[in-house]
Each structure stands twice: as C-alpha cells, then as structure tokens.
C-alpha cells in the first residue's frame, strides 16, 4: 500500500483558455477523490462538462493555485515565439503517527499524486489557433475518461487508504503545488 499511484495529463493549450481548463479539471479531479459529501456542479468548457464541487475552501484553492499559475507564466514573457509551460501537482495523503525516540509525530505519506504538464502557446494566426483549438475538445474527453478509469478502477480504489472520518470533505491531507520551469512557486499549502 506504500506505493504512490501517479497518474499524468499532458495538455497544449491556447493562452485564452488555459484557466477555464486547468480549473476544470481540478474540479473533475477532486469530485471524484474527495469522499466527504459533496454539492456536485457542471462546469462548462470547449462544449465539454466537467463535474465540479460546490465548496467555498475547495473553489477558493482550486482559483488560487490556477491564479497563481498563470501568473507566474504569463509574467515570465509568453510569446508567439517561445511556449511556455509549468505543472499543476495534487498530492493525495494519509496522515500516518510516525515513532520517534520517545515521542511519537504525525507525518504524510502519499497514496495518489496526480501531475498536469502543461504547455501555454499563443498562436501568431489562426491557422495555428486551430491546430491548437480542434484537437482539444477530444482531448479533454480523453481526461475525463482517464480521470473516471483511474478513480473508478479495481487498481484506483485499492490505493485508497482507509477513511477514518467522514464529518470532513477530505479525509486525507490533500495539497495542489504550482510548478514552473521546474522550481516550485507559491510555497506549500
């Protein structure tokens, strides 16, 4: 049971809506990883619904690390000439008593981390805009479904440490790590 699920999304994006998606897919992740009772909602992006989760601390996380994120790309200098591009990373925990010397801490271990690379493009014409643009629809329906056989899977649900309480949304530690040209930015959550 120690090892780390990881699961990986690779996506190009056009700069105009690279929010709207990577905060989709939070969402879609999140709705089906998190086993507290949940308000569901649809999220509507590129014609494609997403599942969401109606919760002020989980929406206010999701906007925060996607904020964080594109700010942090979008002052570095996006161009026509050079994309960019940087990883979301939401790490699932359990929180497990670790004995010291004569003392016992808590510490965190990972069961399922999830890494969404992503590449910011700002197309030079429209040409470009559509080879961007076309493919991605499908692509994100390819997501969700992976985002469904991960979760739903006989090898996602085994990974699923046991849950010791269910008054909370999220019975596991759960952290989102903003991540650009490999340094870490934001610091912890």
């Not at 994100?140 to 985002?147: A, G, N, V």
Request: hydrophobic share 35%; with cysteine.
């Amino acid at each position: 049971m120690d090892a780390v699920h990881d699961i990986k999304i690779d996506l190009t994006l056009d700069r105009a809506v690279t929010r709207d998606v990577l905060r989709a897919l939070l969402h879609a992740i999140l709705f089906h990883r998190l086993f507290g009772t949940v308000q569901p909602r649809c999220i509507e992006v590129l014609d494609i619904t997403f599942p969401g989760i109606t919760d002020s601390d989980i929406e206010r996380k999701i906007n925060d690390k996607v904020d964080l994120f594109w700010k942090t790309i979008d002052s570095s200098g996006l161009s026509t000439a050079s994309p960019r591009s940087g990883e979301l990373i939401i790490t699932f925990s359990e929180k497990r008593e670790k004995r010291q010397w004569f003392s016992m801490t808590e510490e965190y271990v990972p069961w399922e981390v999830w890494t969404i690379n992503t590449t910011i493009r700002v197309p030079r014409n429209d040409k470009e805009r559509r080879e961007i643009m076309d493919p991605l629809p499908g692509e994100l329906s390819e997501i969700l479904k992976t985002i469904l056989n991960k979760t739903s899977s006989e090898k996602g649900r085994s990974v699923v440490p046991p849950i010791h309480s269910a008054n909370v949304i999220t019975p596991f530690p759960l952290s989102i790590r903003v991540r650009v040209s490999g340094t870490d930015v934001g610091g912890p959550d």
